[in-house]
């Protein structure tokens, strides 16, 4: 069987919450409308990561599919996203639409939200994967058969829920922690699962392009095509190789004066000149491999920091306590059956929120710094609290106590 790369790309954007002070609690309760001014608002995030990376990444994309038939991609796309997409940009999901219909592209089902229900409700997680299987059948006509969970978070019992649900694979990182002896370049088989297949992300050869590219300090940049095939070539031990990243990657993580684009358009006919070489979607890498081994990942492991943990959005009290109060308001938001109630505290769900607030140091740090629309973590956790509050005072208001 030929050797496939299996490209997969996550596009996400948040509702990022605003400049909430104590005195909007109960008075005004908008927390994502920012300053026409603020170039961190929502809407200005959406054109500028649009017009720097969406359109014409694309472009290239439908370019390429359309050019080599063996070429596949794998796209994971937020419903947080999709929506501003369709209030702010609708030429931008009608070009992600474009690209779908390529027949070449499979969508991997996620969370609405990107939020990390799974560790706090159960319930909640499964209404967010429905919600998000819902608008991917309305927008683009397709019905997910592999799962990622936001930010790759993965554990057995995750792995059990999906095989439970039906879903023929599911992704992961492929970090050394849990891989043992083994490498992330064939299929495997979760834990206590009895039909699901695991797909796990090479992190190195993914984070040359995803982080290190645009590098001049790194000891192999510049990073061409041609460098980069020969690496894969020399990949010894392997049946497929895995490469998940940002679909941001290019033009927004990496610019167009990097080089990205044209790595990504040479890349493709490069691997392909080879015979025995080809791309794969994930649902064909999964029925077209068997399982090498079996992996047990009883701790939660993610594709973010050096960790590879929670620690991203769970590594400090001040993260904690907030995802603790957000999740705690679920029960009684949900029974007040107020849909723009419930849907305001579903977008505080999302990770990035949480994010924002990590208070690590040196390179992740510095990551986290980079995404934030905030001056310093805390100033993300006092608008964040702040917005807990007023869902509070709207509770109250219907007569429900805290």
């Known amino acids: 069987?030929?050797?496939?790369?299996?490209?997969?790309?996550?596009?996400?954007?948040?509702?990022?919450?605003?400049?909430y002070n104590i005195f909007d609690v109960g008075v005004n309760h908008d927390y994502f409308d920012w300053n026409d001014e603020n170039p961190n608002g929502n809407e200005k995030v959406i054109n500028k990561v649009s017009m720097k990376s969406y359109l014409p990444t694309n472009k290239l994309l439908i370019e390429l599919l359309n050019k080599y038939p063996e070429f596949r991609v794998n796209l994971s796309i937020t419903g947080t996203l999709i929506t501003q997409l369709e209030k702010w940009?609708?030429?931008?999901?009608?070009?992600?639409?474009?690209?779908?219909?390529?027949?070449?592209?499979?969508?991997?089902?996620?969370?609405?939200?990107?939020?990390?229900?799974?560790?706090?409700?159960?319930?909640?997680?499964?209404?967010q994967v429905e919600m998000h299987r819902k608008k991917i059948q309305e927008v683009?006509?397709?019905?997910?058969?592999?799962?990622?969970?936001?930010?790759l978070a993965y554990n057995n019992d995750l792995a059990i829920w999906a095989d439970r649900s039906g879903y023929k694979g599911i992704l992961a990182e492929g970090w050394d922690k849990i891989l043992g002896w083994r490498n992330s370049n064939y299929v495997y088989r979760p834990v206590k699962t009895q039909n699901i297949k695991l797909l796990l992300k090479n992190y190195k050869l993914s984070d040359d392009i995803a982080f290190?590219?645009?590098?001049?300090?790194?000891?192999?940049?510049?990073?061409?095509?041609?460098?980069?095939?020969?690496?894969?070539?020399?990949?010894?031990?392997?049946?497929?190789?895995?490469?998940?990243?940002?679909?941001?990657?290019?033009?927004?993580?990496?610019?167009?004066?990097?080089?990205i684009f044209d790595f990504l358009k040479n890349l493709v006919p490069l691997w392909l000149r080879d015979e025995n070489h080809t791309f794969m979607n994930v649902s064909e890498a999964c029925d077209n491999f068997t399982p090498k081994d079996t992996i047990d990942v009883p701790d939660t492991v993610t594709w973010a920091d050096t960790e590879r943990d929670l620690s991203a959005w769970l590594g400090n009290p001040m993260q904690e306590e907030s995802i603790k109060a957000i999740y705690g308001l679920g029960g009684k938001i949900i029974g007040t059956n107020d849909?723009?109630?419930?849907?305001?505290?579903?977008?505080?769900?999302?990770?990035?929120?949480?994010?924002?607030?990590c208070t690590k140091y040196f390179n992740d740090g510095d990551i986290h710094a980079y995404f934030s629309p905030y001056d310093s973590p805390y100033e993300a956790a006092l608008n964040f609290m702040n917005t807990w509050h007023d869902l509070v005072f709207r509770l109250n208001e219907k007569g429900v106590e805290i």
């Open 1 to 19: 069987m030929k050797k496939p790369i299996v490209l997969y790309l996550h596009a996400h954007q948040p509702y990022r919450v605003r400049g």
């Open 140 to 151: 683009f006509n397709q019905t997910p058969n592999v799962f990622r969970n936001t930010e």
């Open 89 to 127: 940009a609708p030429e931008v999901l009608q070009s992600f639409k474009d690209l779908v219909n390529t027949g070449k592209v499979e969508i991997v089902g996620e969370t609405y939200h990107h939020s990390l229900a799974f560790f706090y409700s159960l319930s909640e997680f499964e209404i």
């Open 339 to 357: 849909w723009n109630l419930i849907e305001d505290w579903r977008k505080l769900q999302t990770s990035d929120h949480f994010y924002y607030m």
């Open 212 to 259: 290190r590219f645009g590098d001049n300090n790194w000891s192999e940049w510049p990073l061409t095509s041609e460098k980069y095939v020969d690496w894969l070539n020399h990949t010894v031990d392997s049946e497929m190789i895995n490469l998940f990243m940002d679909y941001e990657t290019f033009g927004e993580h990496q610019w167009v004066e990097s080089g």
